[in-house]
């Protein structure tokens, strides 16, 4: 591996703005870090470069460790948004800048010149000043004295970021053609997805700091792990739908419907006259709201599960609540069943793809309608809702803490109870009804700053580690993730703790792309979290349940403390 980051973070006034991010760049691999802006892109492509230090974590070049190495050691060349190009110098001087400072010899210092110029397509251009260059011109030269010294690694950050749609296409292919010629490892940083697609081998999305996913880009487009990934690279349609599903634990247990999101891209909806009509899977009826002619393209959105829809529709098939659907249409399609606005339409989908997250939405469950809008008023609860562009309901049941079997459906998504007094009574009620996971929230929780994951036994691992890296890509927040072992414990059981938490990082990363740090201590568990969590106020903590569908009574003082810290159970 010719990059390698190792859980690097940095923070500025105590906010992680780069979070755990782990990543290996193979050698000769152009791999572009794509995210919106304040995502913390730059910062990591100032930390590769030695232009930051970092908080913590590790950082390898070509297998050495560059963590505490200067900028000027580390063989990295470096290409600013801006043209930092030397005003005063002619483009061969601005070129040759970095070998005179490493004293390199004026005749090699020449034929390097003449060899930048004509990679970079300015042969001629030697005597020119930077202000005669053109933006895209500059940003050529930019690159050729990035790589004057031959570094190892190329960075650019946003180098296309000021120049006009024309120019930037052509600096691509110039970047992508030297970057091949060359073979040099490269990172580069922009918030443009298109760009991002024209030139990766490999992308990176990062959000809040944290690195979400990477991989080729058409396997992140076409099956994204995550909502934020599957709407950035592109437009999206995210559908909640109810799956019938095996759990692990289901083994005796009749088959539970679970709540998924499922994702489906514009241009593989279909739509047609009625259901018979479509060639793929029917997924409801709806009327044409918007249309709009792009060129190329017709894009539409269609209202689905409206009066007039569901007299047309199957009852079993739309399940599904109000909701647009986003459509793009070919011109050929467009030929084949032209629409208009206000037109009933049968929507059908060529491919559907489910995400593996297990926090689909949230229903905040309550024994009242004032204390469910209290608790659906949490401002925390519903950023965090808004992050993951997913619905916040309600269902109010006044025997939710009581023995009486609860009359009506079971909650779908995650289940928000107020935290407090009465809520291991409530959590009892819902994992009697195979309800999980299930947030315990004070009302007046604040959004936490640092995650403390723990599980207590092997059951609900797999579990706590699935909701544990959905939530922290929604919650810009430290996490650690702690193993408890009972104070006294032989030398032999500590040495197997020790191993279990590395399985634990290496699962984590593998199955979900999430680096997480990870902590042992000695002591009885509960007392070691009550500790934990009461030493610093916003905290929250992810908890998995040592047995499916119990809650042991030495837990309920972590869901009754005051002032408390949310809960998330599996
Ligand atoms: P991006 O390049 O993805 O737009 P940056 O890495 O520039 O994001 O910034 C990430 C976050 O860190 C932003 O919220 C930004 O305000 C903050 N930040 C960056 N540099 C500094 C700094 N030197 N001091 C304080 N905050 C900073
Ligand atoms: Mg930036």
Redesign the pocket.
């Known amino acids: 591996m010719s990059i390698t980051l190792d859980q690097v973070t940095k923070q500025?006034?105590g906010n992680p703005?780069?979070n755990d991010v782990s990543l290996a760049v193979a050698e000769g691999e152009f791999f572009v870090l794509l995210?919106?802006?304040?995502?913390?892109?730059?910062?990591?492509l100032r930390a590769i470069a030695g232009l930051t230090e970092v908080d913590h974590g590790r950082i390898t070049l070509f297998g050495r460790d560059v963590t505490q190495v200067s900028a000027r050691e580390r063989e990295v060349g470096f290409v600013f948004q801006n043209y930092a190009l030397f005003r005063h110098m002619t483009v061969g001087e601005n070129i040759e800048f970095a070998l005179r400072v490493r004293r390199e010899k004026a005749a090699e210092r020449v034929r390097r010149r003449k060899e930048l110029l004509e990679l970079i397509g300015l042969a001629d251009m030697d005597d020119r000043l930077p202000i005669q260059l053109s933006g895209g011109q500059q940003q050529r030269v930019a690159v050729a004295r990035a790589l004057a010294h031959k570094p190892k690694v190329l960075l650019l950050d946003e180098p296309f970021g000021a120049l006009d749609a024309k120019i930037r296409e052509e600096l691509r292919r110039t970047i992508r053609s030297v970057q091949r010629e060359l073979g040099i490892t490269t990172i580069l940083?922009t918030?443009d997805q298109e760009e991002a697609f024209a030139l990766g081998d490999r992308l990176g999305v990062?959000n809040l700091?944290r690195l979400l996913e990477a991989g080729r880009p058409t396997d992140l487009y076409s099956r994204p792990a995550t909502r934020f990934v599957a709407t950035f690279l592109g437009a999206a349609n995210l559908l909640l739908r109810r799956e019938a599903r095996l759990g692990p634990e289901a083994a005796g247990q009749s088959r539970r419907e679970q709540e998924v999101v499922a994702m489906l891209r514009p241009e593989e909806a279909e739509l047609a006259p009625d259901r018979d009509a479509l060639t793929t899977g029917f997924l409801g009826y709806g009327h044409v709201e918007e249309m709009q002619f792009t060129g190329a393209l017709e894009r539409l959105r269609v209202r689905m599960g409206t009066e007039a829809a569901e007299r047309h529709a199957d009852a079993s098939a739309t399940a599904m609540s109000p909701v647009w659907i986003d459509v793009t249409r070919t011109q050929p399609e467009q030929r084949a069943f032209p629409l208009a606005p206000g037109q009933l339409v049968a929507v059908g989908t060529r491919r559907i793809h489910v995400l593996p997250t297990p926090l689909s939405s949230f229903t905040v469950c309550a024994e009242s309608r004032e204390a469910a809008e209290r608790l659906m008023s949490n401002h925390w609860l519903t950023d965090l809702a808004a992050r993951m562009q997913t619905r916040l309901s309600a269902q109010v049941e006044p025997q939710l803490a009581s023995e009486i079997p609860a009359p009506g459906p079971a909650p779908a998504g995650v289940a928000v109870v107020a935290a407090g007094p009465d809520c291991p009574a409530k959590v009892r009620r819902l994992l009697g009804r195979g309800v999980t996971p299930i947030l315990c929230l004070p009302e007046d929780a604040e959004p936490p700053g640092r995650v403390v994951v723990h599980f207590a036994g092997q059951v609900a691992r797999r579990a706590t580690l699935a909701m544990t890296a959905s939530l922290l890509r929604h919650v810009p927040a430290e996490a650690v993730f702690l193993g408890i072992l009972p104070s006294g414990s032989p030398e032999r059981t500590r040495t197997a703790g020790v191993r279990q938490l590395l399985d634990v990082r290496s699962e984590a990363q593998a199955g979900h792309g999430l680096d997480v740090r990870t902590e042992l201590r000695l002591g009885d568990r509960i007392e070691e979290l009550l500790r934990e969590l009461g030493s610093q106020p916003g905290q929250m903590l992810v908890l998995g349940l040592p047995e499916a569908g119990s809650l042991p009574e030495n837990f309920e003082a972590l869901l009754t403390q005051s002032p408390g810290w949310p809960v998330l159970l599996a």
């Open positions: 500025y006034q703005v780069v995210g919106p802006s304040g995502s913390g892109k730059s910062t990591l940083v918030h990062m700091g």
